[in-house]
């Protein structure tokens, strides 16, 4: 197997290259070659975007008639991946750079395009300063301002550098924290010395309340005296005043009493007719009080039960 690795042939004696038959071929031949796209691209026909590094097969040929300090400037063929629409795109070696020819457009080229544009402007100012020797000294005086005003920015910002390489960060730390705790024990200071005020305050308030409602006050009732309790009537005679109360005295006289009649009877024993008394004022009662006689021993309540007595005789009668 080591004779698949030998790269030198076999040449026989006789072997005389002169007599190979050379081919002719074309000059615009096409060769098919694996290769990337070189940049971002967008087809024209169908939109599709075609990134950077999507490989492709691709056919190749030389372009004619177009040389770049002796290189020749290759073309390519690819083929859209969405509607097959061909694309064409060459090299352009002056640029080290690839140019679209045919079938999409370069996408993401600002900074080409600017670059391009800072070439437009160079040149025509060249073209300037050759047919115009005042635009010359211009230029000059424009250049020389510019340039003064970049050494003095680059002046100031070394200055403000070397400031902050002498600035001591642990000093300032150290400064602000020690600024930090005498303002905190100030604010608690301050805080202390308002709450002892408010208390203060709130002393003085509470004793003029207490002087004025002690000068305001009633005078204190008097204590019962706990043997009092023995001088009160019996339970007996609070009894009898609650039924004198309610009911009226046995042997007193009633306002009910002129409402009562009394039945009169005869010696011959014939009931007399009941006089009725006139219940039209007060006088007429009175009057009709003054004419009945009563038993002396008679109370209200024998009286009611006289009266309907003759109540009842009458009816029967």
């Given at each position: ?70 290189l ?5 063929y ?10 064409t795109?060459k ?6 750079d690839?140019?679209?020819?045919h ?97 203060e ?44 109360r ?11 009493s002129?409402l ?56 029967s009668?």
């Amino acid at each position: 197997m080591s004779e698949r690795k030998v790269l030198n042939k076999y040449y026989p004696p006789d072997f005389d290259p002169s007599k190979i038959p050379k081919l002719k071929l074309p000059k615009d031949r096409q060769y098919v070659v694996r290769l990337m796209a070189p940049f971002n691209m967008r087809c024209k026909t169908c939109g599709e975007y075609i990134y950077k590094g999507k490989k492709f097969n691709a056919r190749k040929e030389t372009v004619q008639n177009e040389v770049y300090l002796g290189l020749p400037i290759f073309r390519f063929y690819i083929k859209c991946t969405r509607c097959l629409a061909e694309i064409t795109f060459k090299t352009d070696p002056e640029n080290t750079d690839y140019t679209v020819e045919h079938g999409a457009t370069r996408n993401f080229q600002a900074e080409k395009l600017l670059e391009e544009e800072e070439k437009r402007v160079q040149k025509e100012r060249e073209d300037e300063e050759l047919n115009n020797p005042m635009k010359v000294l211009e230029n000059r005086t424009k250049d020389s301002k510019l340039e003064m005003e970049v050494l003095e920015n680059l002046q100031e910002l070394k200055d403000l550098n070397q400031r902050q390489a002498h600035v001591d960060f642990e000093a300032m730390l150290r400064q602000h924290r020690l600024s930090e705790e005498a303002r905190q024990k100030q604010e608690q200071e301050e805080d202390e010395r308002e709450a002892a005020s408010l208390v203060e305050e709130s002393r003085k308030r509470r004793l003029l309340e207490d002087s004025d409602s002690e000068e305001d006050a009633p005078a204190p009732a008097p204590r019962p005296n706990p043997t009092a309790i023995l001088d009160e009537a019996p339970k007996a005679k609070r009894k009898a005043e609650t039924w004198e109360r309610s009911v009226g005295t046995l042997g007193g006289r009633s306002q009910l009493s002129g409402l009562v009649v009394v039945k009169k009877v005869d010696l011959a024993g014939t009931p007399a007719r009941p006089q009725k008394a006139a219940t039209t004022g007060p006088v007429k009662n009175r009057e009709a009080s003054v004419a009945v006689p009563r038993t002396p021993a008679a109370s209200s309540l024998s009286q009611l039960g006289a009266y309907s007595d003759s109540e009842e005789d009458s009816g029967s009668n």
